[in-house]
């Protein structure tokens, strides 16, 4: 039997959070070129607004029940939303290069207050999977020893 999936909630520490924010604080911004926004680099407005963004994201993602299990000793990191009833159907969510399930995170409500409406029909409960196809986010690097 293989490794069992371990409950995996997103956490970056605090202290890799803040050094970043300092970090991001002492940024000296350019001035914005006088030609179109993009013309010459990124957009300085759209980059002060990145700078804010990327925090919210981890309470976005941790919202949902996530695990991680180490196929071949890389942490393959899911989603995964159990399903309610006797014979639960596993749905499998899969996005494409380049992606992530940040895809998902506006549809698996979705699917869920559908299944509320449909509570009457047993088979529509699903055990919803939404799989980070390369684990980017939670990776931690392959084994050396994998690449001889």
């Given amino acids: 039997?293989?490794?069992q999936p371990q409950s995996f909630t997103l956490h970056l520490p605090t202290a890799d959070?803040?050094?970043v924010r300092e970090r991001l604080a002492r940024t000296r911004f350019p001035d914005q070129a006088p030609?179109?926004?993009w013309a010459y680099g990124a957009d300085v407005t759209w980059m002060r607004g990145l700078v804010d963004y990327w925090r919210a994201q981890e309470?976005?993602?941790n919202?949902?029940?996530q695990c991680k299990v180490p196929p071949h000793d890389i942490d393959l990191h899911f989603i995964h939303v159990p399903g309610e009833g006797p014979e639960p159907c596993p749905l499998l969510l899969s996005h494409g290069w380049p992606g992530s399930v940040f895809e998902f995170l506006e549809l698996i409500p979705y699917i869920q207050k559908t299944?509320?409406?449909l509570r009457?029909?047993?088979h529509l409960s699903e055990d919803l999977l939404a799989s980070n196809v390369l684990?980017?986010?939670h990776r931690k690097p392959p084994d050396p020893r994998r690449r001889s």
């Fill in 35 to 37: 030609s179109p926004a």
């Fill in 120 to 122: 009457s029909v047993e």
């Fill in 17 to 19: 959070i803040e050094d």
């Fill in 59 to 61: 309470a976005r993602l």
């Fill in 1 to 3: 039997m293989g490794a």
């Fill in 115 to 117: 299944k509320l409406k």
């Fill in 135 to 137: 684990s980017i986010i």
């Fill in 63 to 65: 919202a949902f029940p």
